[in-house]
């Protein structure tokens, strides 16, 4: 589930990311925030060595709402 | 008498008189009336905010209950046992004589912590930590709001009815600031109910960093420690459990390891979020020295007094970031502020410390969404 939150001044629209990242090679994968995700959390397999991932950090990024 | 204004020009009284009458009448009214008129003003600005504040309230209520009832499958109806929650009050001692007023805070906040715990475990249909967790902070937004509404609702009443222009006034000029953190609250419950990582979790998020693959155990109430190791220093790093929302005792737990575990640090390192000041921007890193956690001033004084006692000195790590962005998913900024406050406490651990020491390293706030 993509999840989307009012930013603070109400025209940007906050899409929340999950950020997985290889702890072998450092590479790191940006996808949609789906519930059940936290820090620390296995993610799926890396695309350059294909070791374990793990999630590294989730945050939230700012888009211009279309009205 | 009345002298229609076709009349008056016929009888002599020309336009200039009438602006004249016109104007002495407008100030004899402001005159008189100033303080009358800018208490309405006052009184609809504040209406119009209140009814703001209740429609914040009573939408956080609702998302606690339809959170309680979906994901907590509440077996019963929880409205009523909501509704009494959000009235539950918590009395702080009496501070007449302060000597040990801390020791009777923490009792009373501990209390009221476990019943809180308590009494969501006994409303949901399960035991997940995480759903209990979330539960008990969305309670918290609802309670919150719901005290916001109460007081400002008070203060409107008690200056309408003593017809108080001061109060009015001082009420109206607060309300943005009210209505803005009030705000900030119901933004939150979104990213409460989903388990993200809020802001005010930075400081988990850099520790669970340095606790990766190491052997965690509790060290106080819903909170966990790791030992690891960095260019010779030997770290105790602590946080709150997550990935409940939890903040954990980081107060009891530095007090623990230096009192009973018999660790003597040669330094304290706490990382946490901080109120940036308007124009500052977000995710900028500050470096300090002193206790940083926010809070009731509990486990600050505890972490204090230990460190005073063992002669530890404290040094902190401050991500900055507004009361909106500390309590709703953590931004970009913050997220990207965390390479940096890392280095910076790498460096710290090499400039303050030397091979062979101890070091109490403490990533301080909410812990959902951020595991170890």
Redesign the interface.
């Known amino acids: 589930m993509m999840?989307s939150?009012?930013g603070?001044d109400k025209k940007t629209k906050?899409l929340?990311y999950t950020?997985e990242e290889c702890?072998v090679c450092g590479q790191k994968t940006k996808r949609a925030?789906v519930?059940?995700?936290?820090?620390?959390?296995d993610g799926g397999k890396c695309a350059k060595c294909s070791n374990q991932t793990?999630v590294s950090?989730?945050?939230?990024?700012g888009t211009k709402a279309s009205s | 008498m009345f002298i229609p204004f076709g009349s008056a020009l016929q009888v002599g009284i020309d336009s200039n008189s009438i602006f004249l009458i016109f104007w002495v009448g407008f100030f004899v009214v402001t005159f008189f009336y100033q303080a009358r008129l800018q208490s309405y003003m006052a009184l609809s600005d504040i209406s119009r905010g209140l009814n703001k504040l209740r429609v914040m309230k009573d939408k956080s209520r609702k998302e606690a209950i339809d959170y309680l009832v979906n994901v907590g499958k509440a077996p019963s109806d929880p409205t009523q046992r909501v509704d009494q929650f959000l009235d539950y009050v918590t009395i702080m001692p009496v501070d007449l004589d302060p000597a040990g007023l801390v020791g009777k805070i923490d009792h009373v906040v501990t209390t009221n912590n476990d019943r809180v715990r308590a009494e969501v475990g006994a409303l949901l249909g399960q035991t997940n930590a995480v759903t209990v967790s979330i539960s008990e902070n969305l309670l918290e937004v609802a309670t919150s709001l719901n005290v916001i509404h109460k007081i400002v609702r008070h203060f409107y009443l008690l200056g309408k009815k003593t017809n108080s222009y001061i109060t009015l006034l001082q009420l109206q000029m607060l309300m943005p600031l009210i209505i803005q953190e009030a705000d900030a609250l119901l933004n939150a419950v979104d990213s409460f109910k989903l388990g993200q990582p809020i802001g005010d979790g930075i400081g988990p998020v850099i520790v669970s960093r340095y606790m990766a693959g190491k052997e965690k155990r509790a060290v106080a109430k819903d909170t966990v420690m790791a030992v690891t190791e960095y260019k010779g220093r030997k770290l105790y790093v602590l946080k709150a459990d997550g990935p409940m929302a939890y903040v954990g005792q980081p107060g009891v737990a530095i007090k623990k390891i230096i009192e009973e575990m018999g660790v003597k640090p040669s330094a304290i390192v706490m990382i946490d979020a901080a109120l940036k000041l308007e124009g500052e921007k977000t995710g900028e890193i500050a470096e300090g020295v002193g206790a940083a956690i926010g809070g009731i001033g509990v486990e600050k004084f505890q972490i204090e007094e230990a460190a005073t006692k063992a002669k530890v000195p404290l040094y902190a790590i401050l991500v900055k970031q507004s009361i909106l962005e500390a309590i709703t998913v953590m931004r970009k900024e913050v997220a990207e502020a965390a390479e940096k406050a890392t280095q910076v406490l790498n460096r710290v651990i090499e400039e303050k410390t030397k091979e062979g020491d101890e070091v109490v390293v403490a990533g301080v706030g909410n812990s959902l969404g951020v595991a170890q």
Do not use: M
Not at chain 1, 57 to 61: F, H, P, R, S, T
């Open positions: 999840s939150v009012p603070p906050l929340v950020i702890p925030f519930v059940g995700d936290y820090v620390t959390k793990k950090l989730v945050y939230a990024e």
